[in-house]
């Protein structure tokens, strides 16, 4: 029997997604043992036509990994899908958006001015920003050049193909992969939609501070770790750190608080969760103990940036996608 | 209604308080205008700000949530304090999701307020029918699939 088929592609994505794959280190051969790659633009060098030419459903299962913000990905994505039995949303971006999805409080024009116009480090003395389409000389030819148009905003891979399954993280972690492939290759394969490699409990269950989490937390005010360090031995919730660990999956082996740092909620929402920055935003305020408006209009002022925090990876998954625009706005973008 | 926009406010009411005025309101026969659809909850404590994200999403011009007045009118205890500090951080993060203010309130009302209810809905379809409709702005997402 013929090994099955893998295909691994970016969309817009950081380059830490790949990263968790080559960290499975000597694990890798058994996977190369156990699947042939057929398209991974990262490390190997196939072009767009020969997915094109693979026959429909031949490739047993694709990773995508990245939001969806470029035409070029959206014209991939919807190949791949052609071509794929399985389609794995792979990471964060892919899944829900991820940080590049919090672009999505911006219009384009407003990221490529930021971009190459505002930004202090940037010297743009002619103001030259993309172009869709830029005619140069080279060698005595007049050479059109041009670049895939960049979408409204970042789109979750399900928003634009169907997608048959989620491995959450930010990357996933090499382990969370791992466990992944083994059910994907399995054969018996879980409910489509089904979050793989990770549990159904939350951070919170299976960290390891979770002993000094108290049963009713009363919060007085809240800290950032910009400006002060977290003890310890001690929840950093408790603390008055933003964690966003008891609405957040677990299954990362709580990397982030070993590291003595709050979880930013890269596994994504625990399972009845509709909207992961709606439900955190419920949670951390309903255990601030102030009950008059002003007290509580100061604890909230101490937090700069409330939706880079808790939608740091959802924002584009999320009821509204992002900032609700004007009409105008949107045809100027379309 | 005829060609004028109409706009739809979803309003999570609580059983004890809100729910009660609304109820007060029609049998004492005040008139308000019919924009509102109300949902009984048992308690402003109980509404999810996932439930006020969904409502936009699905459509609704504005949204309210009502309940017995704070501190200590709620029928459980610390309920509209809970709502209280919720919806305190749900505006903010509403407005950085470029939602306008007046698309959101939170109201205190008891089960004798019926001429406030009155009052609160009759604003608030002013000023929305001014803002004009929420859901062609939501429609963005789907322009992918088109
Ligand atoms: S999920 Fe995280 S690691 Fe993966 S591409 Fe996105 S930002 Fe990078
Ligand atoms: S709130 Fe954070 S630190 Fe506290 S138990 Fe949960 S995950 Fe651990």
């Known amino acids: ?334 | 209604m005829g060609d004028r926009y109409e706009p739809i406010i979803v309003v999570f009411a609580c059983n004890w308080c809100s729910y009660a005025a609304i109820d007060l309101a029609g049998t004492s026969r005040l008139h308000y205008p019919p924009n509102v659809r109300v949902i009984k909850v048992m308690c402003s404590g109980r509404v999810d700000p996932q439930f006020v994200l969904e409502a936009f999403a699905d459509g609704a011009d504005g949204v309210i949530v009502a309940g017995c007045h704070p501190p200590a009118d709620c029928h459980y205890q610390n309920g509209n304090i809970k709502a209280l500090r919720r919806f305190t951080l749900f505006k903010r993060i509403l407005a950085r999701l470029g939602i306008e203010k007046e698309r959101f309130r939170l109201e205190w009302i008891s089960a004798s307020e019926a001429k406030k209810w009155v009052e609160v809905v009759n604003e608030m379809v002013n000023e929305l029918r001014k803002l004009g409709p929420l859901k062609n702005r939501v429609e963005v997402r789907r322009l992918v699939e088109a």
Request: aromatic share 8%; glycine share 8%; with cysteine.
């Open chain 1, 1 to 334: 029997m013929s090994k099955p088929k893998v295909a691994w592609y970016w969309c817009a994505s950081c380059g830490g997604c790949e990263e968790s794959f080559v960290d499975l280190a000597e694990k890798l051969l058994d996977v190369f043992g156990a699947v042939d790659i057929v398209f991974c633009p990262v490390a190997m060098d196939y072009k767009k036509e020969d997915v094109e030419n693979m026959p429909d459903k031949s490739i047993t299962v694709s990773f995508i990994n990245g939001g969806v913000r470029l035409e070029e990905h959206l014209e991939m994505v919807k190949l791949l899908r052609r071509k794929s039995d399985i389609v794995v949303a792979y990471g964060a971006c892919s899944s829900w958006g991820g940080i590049p999805g919090l672009a999505n409080l911006y219009n384009v024009k407003e990221i490529i001015d930021r971009k190459y116009k505002e930004v202090p480090t940037v010297v743009n003395l002619n103001n030259i920003t993309p172009r869709e389409e830029t005619e140069v000389d080279i060698d005595g030819y007049r050479v059109k050049l041009s670049l895939p148009r960049v979408l409204d905003r970042l789109y979750p891979l399900d928003q634009v193909i169907d997608v048959d399954y989620y491995i959450p993280g930010c990357p996933p972690t090499s382990e969370v992969f791992w466990n992944a492939l083994n059910i994907l290759l399995s054969g018996e394969l879980p409910p489509k939609g089904s979050i793989l490699g990770a549990g159904s409990k939350s951070l919170c269950d299976t960290c390891p501070l979770n002993e000094t989490k108290p049963d009713k937390l009363e919060l007085t005010e809240l800290k950032r770790i910009a400006n002060t360090i977290p003890k310890l031995d001690e929840c950093l919730l408790a603390q008055g750190y933003i964690c966003l660990g008891p609405v957040t999956r677990g299954g990362c082996g709580a990397l982030c608080i070993n590291a003595n740092m709050p979880c930013t909620g890269c596994f994504g929402p625990l399972d009845g969760i509709i909207d992961y920055g709606g439900k955190a935003a419920s949670y951390i305020a309903s255990i601030i103990s102030y009950d008059e408006l002003e007290e509580l209009e100061k604890v909230y002022d101490s937090i700069p940036d409330w939706v880079g925090i808790l939608y740091k990876y959802y924002l584009a998954a999320s009821k509204l996608g992002g900032r609700i625009r004007r009409k105008k706005e949107v045809v100027k973008d379309g």
